[in-house]
């Protein structure tokens, strides 16, 4: 499978500030998704992140609070802006390999608290 | 809404017994299922995956899948202390992305 980091592993930024998380792979992947772990709860999706075009958002998530990026196939970034402490998450990227088998696989994830 | 379903827990099974988790899932199109493992502070690792009806097995684990009750299940055979971590349960939604349960804590005590 895919060698999937994450920048920064963790953080601890105060309200009203803006943090991009990073997502690199080593290979070229067909898909990335960008979650959300709130504290104590299971996974949410946020987006699909699209190569070239504007990524797809899920219900309950906007570009305007998490805009998306991903220039190339192997690269994208979240940004959370204006931030609460609802905000407070862990982010998780995840990418779909290629080869005609839809496994996901996640990148190590960044610790969000905000203060 | 897709939903899917799991007990909490903690189930709680001695090192060396049979630990069994159970999902089911209210998207009837649904294709594919998954079972990932979260340890504390980690992030999830996908452990199996299943697409057709029956029993797929890799190693101690064990995917059952019956698409009728819409039900997936892992088993993990001679459960180790080191199999203690939360089990999350994912299904394939439209375009590939997973919509998953709420996570299944397994405790295996020595």
């Known amino acids: 499978s895919a060698v999937i980091s994450q920048k920064p592993s963790r953080d601890i930024c105060q309200r009203g500030t803006s943090l991009t998380i990073q997502c690199q792979v080593d290979s070229q992947v067909t898909m990335m998704f960008w979650y959300r772990q709130q504290p104590g709860q299971s996974l949410t999706l946020i987006a699909t992140?699209?190569?070239?075009?504007?990524?797809?958002?899920e219900s309950g998530f906007v570009i305007d609070k998490f805009p998306i990026s991903r220039p190339n196939l192997t690269f994208s970034t979240l940004t959370v802006s204006n931030m609460s402490p609802e905000d407070s998450s862990i982010y998780l990227c995840?990418?779909?390999?290629?080869?005609?088998?839809?496994?996901?696989?996640f990148g190590p994830g960044t610790r969000l608290t905000v203060l | 809404q897709k939903e899917v379903e799991q007990n909490s827990g903690p189930l709680s099974v001695p090192e060396g017994a049979i630990a069994s988790l159970n999902c089911t899932y209210s998207d009837r199109g649904s294709q594919s299922f998954f079972w990932y493992r979260q340890y504390s502070g980690k992030s999830p690792e996908l452990i199996m995956s299943?697409?057709?009806?029956g029993d797929k097995e890799d190693g101690r684990f064990t995917a059952q899948l019956n698409k009728a009750s819409q039900y997936v299940s892992l088993l993990i055979r001679d459960s180790q202390p080191s199999d203690s971590a939360t089990y999350l349960c994912?299904?394939?939604?439209?375009?590939?992305?997973?919509?998953f349960g709420a996570g299944t804590i397994l405790r295996v005590k020595s």
């Open positions: 995840s990418v779909l390999t290629s080869g005609g088998i839809n496994e996901q696989f």
């Open positions: 299943i697409y057709s009806n």
């Open positions: 992140a699209n190569q070239g075009s504007e990524a797809t958002y």
């Open positions: 994912a299904v394939n939604s439209y375009g590939n992305k997973l919509v």
